[in-house]
């Protein structure tokens, strides 16, 4: 499981969750830094990864397309970049299920 970090979460990220999701990658990591999110969506689909975000623009791509990708919608506000690691390590059962069942494109957490 190998997630995409969107721009509005923070670059560390991909480093403090490598135990649980190794491989990850913040935008930023592969030159999309303020870059249109279905750039985005193409790079995440076209290298078998997951996006993480707390934009709903994401949230919209995919009830319009469906998976792949997958997206995991945090519906946090703001917050701190520990809250968001919180989350994703309290809720990766969810997320392991989320990621293997093929009829599933979004899940949202908060």
């Not at 279905?38 to 078998?48: F, H, L, P, Q, S």
């Not at 946090?76 to 809250?83: A, D, E, K, M, P």
Request: a negative charge; glycine letters at 2%; proline letters at 5%.
């Amino acid at each position: 499981m190998k997630l995409l970090f969107d721009e509005n979460l923070s670059p560390k990220l991909p480093n403090r969750l490598s135990d649980l999701f190794p491989n990850s990658l913040h935008v930023r990591d592969v030159g999309m830094k303020a870059t249109i999110d279905t750039i985005v969506w193409d790079y995440a689909k076209d290298n078998d990864l997951m996006i993480v975000s707390k934009d709903a623009d994401i949230h919209d791509l995919s009830l319009v397309f469906g998976n792949p990708p997958k997206v995991i919608w945090l519906r946090l506000g703001n917050c701190s970049t520990l809250q968001v690691e919180n989350l994703l390590r309290r809720e990766f059962s969810a997320i392991e299920l989320f990621y293997r069942d093929e009829t599933l494109s979004l899940l949202a957490l908060s």
